[in-house]
């Protein structure tokens, strides 16, 4: 995981690059994904600002802001649940896909060599330049599953 410091730096240079001031409200943001490893909407980030420090007032809509400006610079990195909205997680991480719950939301980060190599070797076939992926394979956990 890339340290927190790096991250603050990063983001930082990115609000003055946009003539945006730094806020305690908008490092707060930062830090709740840090803090919190997994996958989080935009409205459970507000929770964990709002719970980690009371002493001031975060908006919900500066949450939202907040994450648009991050995830256009791949600090923050989105997985897309189509009505659901959302979920965000902290970028600059070790590639990886996901596996998806339908029916519980559950994330389940995996990586795949032979998957990546695969990805790969088609792009080279098609003459296609490949700047970057996502794999998202949806279903059911095996939790649903039993459940069910």
């Known amino acids: 995981m890339v340290e927190y410091s790096f ?7 990115l609000l003055k690059k946009n003539g945006l001031k730094f806020t305690r409200q908008r490092e707060a ?6 803090e919190h490893d997994g ?6 980030i507000h ?6 420090d ?16 991050l995830e256009e610079t791949d600090l923050v990195e989105s997985i897309s ?9 902290i970028g600059l991480k070790k590639h990886h896909d996901h596996l998806i719950c339908t029916r519980c939301g559950t994330i389940i980060e995996f990586t795949d060599e032979i998957i990546e190599a695969r990805q790969e070797a088609i792009a080279r076939k098609y003459r296609f330049k490949m700047t970057d992926h996502t794999m998202k ?6 939790d649903c599953q039993r459940r069910h």
């Open 7 to 13: 991250l603050l730096e990063e983001f930082t240079r």
């Open 47 to 52: 929770r964990f600002v709002c719970e980690s």
């Open 29 to 34: 943001i930062l830090k709740a994904l840090y």
């Open 39 to 44: 996958h989080f909407s935009p409205e459970e």
């Open 54 to 69: 009371d002493s001031f007032n975060v908006g919900i809509a500066t949450v939202y802001r907040t994450l648009t400006l």
């Open 137 to 142: 394979i949806v279903g059911l956990c095996a």
């Open 81 to 89: 649940f189509g009505k659901d909205g959302k979920k965000y997680e």
